[in-house]
């Protein structure tokens, strides 16, 4: 009997914090607030109880502004909930504690989730964008060998049309840039005959998809591809291509802060996000890959290796100051071009 007043105590004490709670949750989030429209508007449709107030950083910016919250004052507002692809950024806010555990149940797979505080809610295929007039005559790359020959043999044609990210800026390009060069030599190799053309690099991928579908850029390497799928189905100017030795596939994921003002109302938009509902809004209303069901293995090429950038502490290896003033270091000797 006691125990079953004391269980009926903390439900009531708990529903009562829940309503005591603001009824807005502020999402700072690295994901491009048009790609979310429509999962943000099923949500409140669902939960009209709830609103979200949505703020849009770039991956970097977003990691150290949160980052900075740790030592600022109790009068500056903080998120709910913190949204980013660059995965390692995110392991490495959450490994510092900043999540509160969630108790949720994900539908992904095991790789796109980390210790019940971060959780991936979509796929994400790293690509290579291309303008689809400047490669009607010409063979696409099967392999970063062949990419890097192929800009390598025709400097006239690729030299100062080809696009990158700045890995200085961006967040989830470095990510990408570390997980290419544990992968070998043929990485590096690329990497090199990209700064031998005059590679263009650019903060974002929304800028390399304008410049490609413009003819300005023939290709843009390392690009997120679900936004890039969704350019290439509005715009016959742009097509997407997956390299076949292997493409990265990572996720897009949430975590909910310990200073959050409204813990239930923060973990429920969570669960949206990787909730069956949540995942067919993301596969059927936005420009987003669900994580879970049908929709992101049919947007791959026949023959490609995939390699999931798997969700864990290894991701902060090259997060080590050291490590990445290395890494920097040698990856700027490459560049020759810079985009503002």
Not at 240 to 265: E, I, K, M, N
């Amino acid at each position: 009997m006691r125990l079953a007043r004391l269980l009926a105590f903390l439900v009531v004490v708990g529903l009562a914090a829940c309503q005591s709670e603001p009824r807005d949750i502020l999402v700072w989030s690295a994901t491009d607030a048009e790609a979310m429209d429509g999962v943000l508007a099923q949500f409140a449709a669902r939960n009209p109880d709830l609103t979200v107030r949505y703020t849009e950083y770039n991956t970097s910016e977003l990691h150290a502004a949160v980052l900075a919250l740790e030592t600022a004052g109790p009068d500056v507002e903080r998120p709910d909930v913190v949204i980013s692809s660059a995965m390692d950024l995110q392991v490495d806010l959450v490994n510092r504690g900043m999540a509160i555990p969630l108790g949720i149940e994900s539908r992904g797979p095991d790789w796109a989730n980390w210790r019940g505080e971060l959780y991936g809610f979509t796929i994400e295929p790293v690509a290579m964008i291309y303008n689809v007039a400047a490669f009607r005559d010409r063979t696409l790359p099967t392999s970063r060998s062949e990419l890097a020959g192929m800009i390598r043999d025709e400097p006239d044609v690729f030299n100062g049309r080809v696009a990158t990210y700045d890995i200085t800026r961006s967040g989830v390009g470095y990510m990408f840039a570390t997980q290419d060069a544990v992968r070998g030599y043929q990485s590096t190799r690329l990497v090199e005959t990209l700064g031998r053309a005059g590679v263009r690099t650019f903060c974002c991928t929304g800028m390399m998809i304008d410049g490609v579908a413009t003819g300005d850029l023939m290709l843009a390497y390392n690009v997120i591809g679900s936004y890039s799928l969704a350019a290439a189905a509005e715009d016959p100017r742009v097509a997407v291509h997956f390299l076949s030795d292997y493409t990265l596939v990572f996720a897009r994921s949430a975590f909910v802060p310990h200073w959050t003002r409204a813990p239930h109302a923060a973990t429920r938009f969570v669960a949206y996000l990787v909730s069956a509902a949540g995942q067919a809004t993301i596969a059927g209303g936005s420009q987003l890959l669900p994580l879970a069901g049908p929709g992101w293995a049919e947007a791959m090429e026949a023959g490609v290796s995939q390699a999931p950038v798997r969700m864990s502490p290894g991701l902060l290896t090259f997060l080590d100051k050291l490590k990445k003033e290395r890494f920097l270091r040698e990856w700027r000797l490459t560049q020759v071009q810079d985009v503002p």
